[in-house]
Structures are given as structure tokens and as C-alpha cells.
């Protein structure tokens, strides 16, 4: 018997078998990716990928309380299975008390699929996209643009099993596509991002025809200097300033007074209102097109996350509720610690309220103004406020009088993205969304664009 012969469930079936410690997790990973690339409007490779990753997490109790030990590998065998387990219990052995040590989890409903074989995904999930694509490059190369970029599609079937009882399971599909199209000359850029599950709904006609526009407003440039001006931010941008918010959003962190969540003087700022606009930003696992695992799969505990929980269902969520906030991520240790709801990460984020109008329409709307076509390179520079720095990149356009009139300079920004939310003056249409920042880790986002009157950028940078 091998790893590639072996089903997953028995393997953790197995795991649990062998182990003589208190309590026991496992995690079986078995994933599988199909990609292509393409450069100047030629596809240049393609490739499909399969691996399998176990991770077992061993729980000792002890006179001064429980500790764990996790340990993870890839490519493991039947036979390498109880060196894994022994491993994950000599480092629970050897490790402290775990602060966040609480009772795993009981009394969760056997998936129905735990015994069935993996999904997978294969090259036959670009079957209508790939001709598609060869179809734009087509057009690309006759209207004198190359086009560069890359397709990637991974399903993840997770196997989780604990000596409590619990068997679940959760097939994970994520697919990315980027597209860039470029002048001849190089001198001109512009950027495309779709997130999806399938690729069914990915047109690159569509996409090719909507960077055809944006490299046509490059064709006149203007040099603007660094300052503080109206900016509409497309649902891309909002994406990456509202998952780095999540991310930064730890009950736990907020109480111990370190984040921009803590209230002077003590506690959190749970029930402020943080946007004057009747904003809702929410989780849910069973988002239609956004679906993600209804329950945790936490492979190392951190933060507001811990292997202790796993298995803990996941239910909607609301973060911010018409403006307020009501809710910051929070494990079972962290909520005993704070007082605040259970509240674990979710794996997808929707910003709802907006006032329905499209981007174009608010770019028709704008008197003067910037319109941005995504962020990069985002670092935090100070989290008591959540003050964060970043690019601009693959075009920033001029708007005047509702027309886009050519192309201005990047720049460097310093915003928080609290202080975005507390400033904007419209929303719009919400719509599923590709983070150009964040998009290796996190692809299931629907944002609207919004639009910010003072948007910070703090200085000129000589990026394309």
C-alpha cells in the first residue's frame, strides 16, 4: 500500500489508531492544481500537480495543564505513519502547558463524502477557457497588445479526524486567473484579475477588451504630484485593505489594548460605528459562488487560531453591521480570555450596502478625481492604528468632468483601512472579486468599489 493507493480516510483512520496520547487530531491535505502560463499572446507551459500533506496534532494532558504537539508531512505512507504520530507526541511531550489548550471538539455530524475517494482537478477544467484565450490572443496581437498571464485551478479534499469522534471533510475549489496586457514598448500596463471556481464563468474576450480600453486611456499621461485626492478604489483594492483589516481584527489583541480595535482606557471597540455609510462586512461559509469549509481546519494555532478548535462549525457572520462594528475573530480560548462570541475565521469576506451604482457609473459621476486599478505591495507600518503603505500599479487614470482623460504617475499610499471605511463617501455594486495583493491566500472576496474624497498618496513612485 502507498500514499498515492491509500485513501485518505484510512490514513487517518490509521493515525488514530496508533496513538497513545490523550487526544489526537488528523488532518489529511490531498490537493491538486492544473495551471497554464502565457507571455506575449503565446502560451508557454502547462502542468498538473498532485501532492498529499498529513498532520497530526497530539494533545498531553499534565498536572499544569494540556500540551500539544503537531507535526506535519507530505507524501506519507502507510508505513511512515507511526514514526509521524510518535513524532507529534514527543513534541507534545517536550512542550509546555498550551495556553490555548481546551476540550477538542465534540458531537459535529460525520460528513457524508469522509469515506470517498478525493476530488480532483485536471486540464480538462480550461476545456472552454483555453480556446477562449487563444481566440484573444488573436485579437490582442491585431490590435497591438501582448498579453501575459497565468491560470490556476486547485481542489483541496481535507480529511479531518479526532479521538472524539469527529469525520469531516470539505472539498475546497479555488481557481485565479491574472492578465496583463502590455504595449509593444513596454511603456504602457494594465491589469486583470478574476477569481472563480471552475473557470465557466471567466471570459477572456471580456477581460481582453476591458485592458484594450485601459491601455487606449494610456496613450496620454499627465505627471501628477503626491497629495491627497478623490479616488475611486475598484472592488480589487477594497478587497486587499478589508482582508489585512480581518486578518489584524484578534478579539484577544484588541482587549490587551494592541490594535486599532481597542478602546482607550480598556475593552474593545465592538459596538462604534466605524463608516457612516450603511456598510456590512460579513463571512459565510455557505456564500453562494464564495463557499468555503463550514467547520475549522486549523493546521498550527496562532493569534485567534487553534488546533484545539478544530472541527468547531462555522455559521454566517457579521463583522460590521450597517457601519458598527459587532464582531472580531475570536478561538474558544481567546473568547474565554475576552468575554466576546466564539467568532473563528472565515475563509471568504463580503462588504454589502453599497448604493448599487457600477464602477463606470461612479467614474461618470466623479467631477475630478483618480480611479486605480489595484494595490501592491502592502506592509503594515503601525498597528495601534492599522496604518498600512503599499503601490499602485498597472495604471492609475484621471478622471475629469465623468471621462477618464489619460494616465497619471504611481504612487506610494498610506492609509488604514478603518479610516477608508470611515471616510468614504459612496459605495457601489458589490461583485465577486481577485485581491491582486493577497490572492495566494485568499480568493474568495465580493467587495464594491468605494470612493474615498482624500485618499492618501504619500509620495510619487516610479513603478509601471
Keep these: 500500500m502507498n500514499a498515492r493507493t491509500t485513501k485518505p480516510h484510512k490514513l487517518v483512520e490509521r493515525a488514530l489508531e496508533l496513538s497513545r496520547a490523550d487526544g489526537c487530531v488528523v488532518i489529511a491535505d490531498e490537493e491538486s492544481t492544473a495551471n497554464l502560463r502565457w507571455a506575449g499572446n503565446s502560451l508557454t507551459t502547462n502542468g498538473v500537480t498532485r501532492g498529499r500533506t498529513l498532520t497530526v496534532v497530539a494533545t498531553v494532558d499534565g498536572r499544569e495543564g494540556t500540551a500539544s504537539g503537531v507535526v506535519s508531512r507530505s507524501a506519507v505512507t502507510v508505513d511512515e505513519l507511526e514514526p509521524l504520530v510518535r513524532a507529534a507526541e514527543a513534541a507534545a511531550r517536550g512542550a509546555g502547558p498550551a495556553e490555548d489548550a481546551r476540550p477538542l471538539v465534540t458531537g459535529v455530524t460525520e460528513s457524508p463524502e469522509f469515506r470517498e475517494a478525493p476530488a480532483e482537478t485536471s486540464s480538462a477544467v480550461f476545456a472552454d477557457f483555453a480556446p477562449a484565450l487563444g481566440e484573444a490572443f488573436a485579437r490582442a496581437r491585431g490590435g497591438g497588445r501582448e498579453l501575459y498571464g497565468f491560470a490556476n485551478h486547485e481542489l483541496v479534499s481535507s480529511y479531518l479526524g479526532t479521538s472524539t469522534g ?19 514598448d513596454r511603456t504602457r500596463s494594465a491589469w486583470a484579475g478574476r477569481a472563480t471556481r471552475d473557470f465557466k464563468d471567466v471570459d477572456p474576450a471580456a477581460l481582453d477588451a476591458e485592458l484594450a480600453v485601459r491601455l487606449g486611456w494610456a496613450e496620454r499621461r499627465f505627471e501628477l504630484p503626491a497629495g491627497r485626492y478623490e479616488t475611486l478604489l475598484p472592488p ?45 462586512l460579513r463571512s459565510d461559509p455557505d456564500e453562494p459562488g464564495l463557499e468555503s469549509a463550514p467547520f475549522v481546519i486549523a493546521h498550527s494555532s496562532g493569534g485567534d487560531r487553534s488546533v484545539f478548535d478544530n472541527g468547531l462549525p462555522l455559521t454566517a457572520t457579521e463583522w460590521i453591521r450597517e457601519g458598527e462594528l459587532t464582531r472580531l475573530t475570536t478561538s474558544r480560548h481567546g473568547a474565554d480570555l475576552t468575554g466576546l462570541p466564539v467568532a473563528p475565521g472565515i475563509d471568504n469576506l463580503i ?11 461612479m467614474v461618470s459621476a466623479t467631477g475630478r478625481g483618480l480611479l486605480l486599478t489595484c494595490l501592491w505591495y502592502i506592509r503594515e507600518v503601525d498597528p495601534a492604528t492599522l496604518l498600512l503603505t503599499g503601490l499602485t500599479r498597472d495604471g492609475v487614470y484621471l478622471v475629469e468632468n465623468g471621462e477618464v482623460v489619460g494616465e497619471v504617475n504611481n504612487f506610494r499610499f498610506n492609509e488604514s483601512p478603518v479610516d477608508v471605511l470611515g471616510r468614504a463617501t459612496e459605495a457601489g455594486r458589490t461583485e465577486r472579486t481577485l485581491p491582486r495583493e493577497w490572492g495566494d491566500w485568499f480568493t474568495r472576496a465580493a467587495m464594491p468599489p468605494l470612493r474615498v474624497p482624500d485618499f492618501n498618496m504619500s509620495s510619487v513612485s516610479q513603478g509601471v
Excluded at 472539498?171 to 496586457?181: F, I, R, Y
Design 166 to 184: 469527529l469525520r469531516l471533510r470539505h472539498d475546497q475549489p479555488s481557481g485565479t486567473l491574472e492578465l496583463n496586457a502590455k504595449s509593444p
Design 236 to 280: 480589487t483594492a477594497v478587497a486587499d485593505l478589508l482582508i489585512y483589516q480581518l486578518w489584524s481584527a484578534s478579539g484577544r489583541d484588541a482587549a490587551e489594548g494592541r490594535t486599532v480595535f481597542s478602546k482607550p482606557g480598556g475593552g474593545t471597540r465592538i459596538g462604534e460605528r466605524l463608516s457612516g455609510l450603511p456598510l456590512t
Design 351 to 361: 462588504l454589502d450596502g453599497g448604493e448599487g451604482r457600477s464602477l463606470e457609473e
